[in-house]
Each structure stands twice: as structure tokens, then as C-alpha cells.
């Protein structure tokens, strides 16, 4: 456990200074979303789901992992407009038991998402799926809760 929490802190202080750094919104998130893929085993596919105009929708953002034809997510379908609606992150240890999963691979057994909030409203989301089944523990949220406090910076 401590060197999953050495990992996280490191990768926490790599966020910070990310968000800090130059660049764009989307090149700063695509540049989180390589960083936790390439540094945590089991985040397979990680990406952003952003809050589209009509804040009932989530529109794609920057990712990295497999391809998704997923493009745009209605609040309440799937676990990401389930975390939207209920704003509160979600945790799916298996997901084949979601009534309303929309599957990008069928390589997914388990996602986490986390929303990210601007000044009371939730402006978008981090997704992080994996190939293992309960790969995401109370660790993993707390971590992830903390990046998304941080990149609401970049909203």
C-alpha cells in the first residue's frame, strides 16, 4: 500500500505541475491522461469526458487507449452520465452488471469516474477504465478525486 501511495503522490505532483505549465486546456489533459496510463498498471484507457452546451451531455475530450465510438454521452446513460447526474464518483468493480454500460472494448471489466467541478457545477469528467475486474480501490478515488480538484483549475 505505501507504494501505491508514494506513486500517487508523485503523480499528483506531476498534475499540479502539469496544470501550471504551458499549454492548452486540452494539451494539458491529454498530457494527465498519457501520464496516469503510463504510470499506473491497471488504467488502461483514460480520458475526459467534457460537459457540452446544453449541460444535459458529455462530449469527448482528450484520451488515451483504445479508439471509442462513444462520443457523446447523455447525462444518466452509462457510468459516466450516471456519475454526471448523481454528480459523485462512481466505481464499477464488474462492469457487465451495469444495466445501461455502453461498452467500448469488451477487454473492460472495471471504470471509475470522477466529475470535475467548477464553482458548484460540473463542468466535466476523468474516465478511467480496466481490463481487471475490481481493480479500483478506495485509494484510486481518493487519488482521482484530488487530480480532478486540480484540473478544475483548467476550466
Not at 17 to 37: H, I, N
Not at 50 to 72: A, C, F, N, Q
Not at 120 to 128: C, H, K, M, N, R
Request: glycine share 8%.
Amino acid at each position: 500500500m505505501k507504494d501505491k501511495r508514494d506513486l500517487f503522490g508523485r503523480l499528483l505532483s506531476q498534475v499540479k505541475e502539469s496544470t501550471s505549465g504551458p499549454g492548452s486546456r486540452e494539451e494539458k489533459l491529454l498530457a494527465v491522461c498519457q501520464m496516469l496510463r503510463d504510470q499506473v498498471r491497471h488504467y488502461h484507457w483514460v480520458g475526459f469526458y467534457l460537459v457540452g452546451e446544453s449541460k444535459e451531455d458529455l462530449i469527448l475530450g482528450p484520451y488515451v487507449g483504445e479508439p471509442t465510438r462513444h462520443t457523446k454521452i447523455s447525462f444518466g446513460h452509462g457510468v459516466c452520465g450516471m456519475a454526471a447526474e448523481k454528480r459523485r464518483t462512481l466505481m464499477v468493480p464488474d462492469v457487465s452488471k451495469v444495466r445501461n454500460y455502453l461498452s467500448c472494448s469488451p477487454k473492460v471489466q472495471s471504470e471509475i469516474v470522477v466529475p470535475i467541478f467548477k464553482d458548484g457545477a460540473i463542468v466535466g469528467e476523468l474516465d478511467i477504465d480496466s481490463h481487471a475486474a475490481a481493480a479500483f480501490k478506495g485509494q484510486d478515488r481518493v487519488f482521482l478525486e484530488e487530480v480532478c480538484e486540480e484540473l478544475a483549475s483548467l476550466f
